[in-house]
């Protein structure tokens, strides 16, 4: 399937942000959302189980594997992956949506979805990228979660290193010290990003 001729590419542009494992990704893009709400938000389906204080339609789309398996075979999926045995996607449908309607959107997504949405949308898309303060800082962070075995928390710290090995990949680097300072400049971005395309 070719989406780069279609209209919907001539409108806005899709922020893509990645990053490590509890770099903190997600909250820094919550926040950013507040502080500029006319960003449209790209929700990622999973087959991974709900967890606790999420929603589904506002963290993620939560979907059974088997629906997951038929919209792949659908072609419904933009790109997808198996990630720790739990399948990620991104539905093309929410991105025609946003962008046709003239808005900028965001998406928190990893660096190989980066790749394969880029690969499709081109010019319509900015990766951005957060990196931690340090490598010790981060396994500090996956540590507190408390949500894993050593040996899970272990393969996500490694995983992690080599996330933050594709920074390079991206059109900007940000390193999230603290979660306003990292929003606010990331919403300074993407306002001068958008105000360069207009002029």
Same mark, same amino acid.
């Given at each position: 399937m070719n989406y780069a001729g279609d209209n919907m590419m001539q409108r806005g542009t899709l922020f893509v942000v990645s990053g490590p494992s509890a770099v903190g990704k997600s909250t820094v893009v919550e926040r950013v959302l507040q502080i500029n709400p006319a960003l449209v938000r790209i929700v990622t389906c999973t087959t991974r189980i709900m967890r606790i204080g999420e929603q589904n339609g506002r963290d993620y789309i939560f979907l059974d594997k088997e629906d997951f398996l038929s919209r792949i075979k659908r072609n419904e999926f933009i790109e997808f992956s198996e990630v720790y045995g739990n399948y990620y996607g991104v539905l093309l449908s929410t991105?025609?949506?946003?962008?046709?309607?003239?808005?900028?959107?965001?998406?928190?997504?990893?660096?190989?979805?980066?790749?394969?949405?880029?690969?499709?949308?081109?010019?319509?898309?900015?990766?951005?990228?957060?990196?931690?303060?340090?490598?010790?800082?981060?396994?500090?962070?996956?540590?507190? @979660?408390?949500?894993?075995?050593?040996?899970?928390?272990? @393969? @996500?710290?490694?995983?992690?290193?080599?996330?933050?090995?594709?920074?390079?990949i991206y059109d900007i680097c940000f390193i999230n010290r603290e979660i306003e300072e990292t929003a606010q400049q990331i919403v300074k971005y993407i306002n001068e990003s958008t105000y360069h395309e207009i002029s």
């Open positions: 991105i025609q949506e946003a962008i046709a309607s003239g808005s900028n959107a965001i998406l928190v997504i990893n660096w190989e979805g980066f790749l394969k949405i880029k690969q499709t949308l081109q010019d319509k898309v900015v990766g951005i990228f957060i990196n931690p303060p340090s490598v010790a800082t981060l396994e500090e962070r996956i540590r507190s @979660r408390g949500t894993d075995s050593p040996e899970a928390m272990q @393969r @996500r710290l490694n995983l992690a290193q080599q996330d933050m090995q594709h920074a390079n």
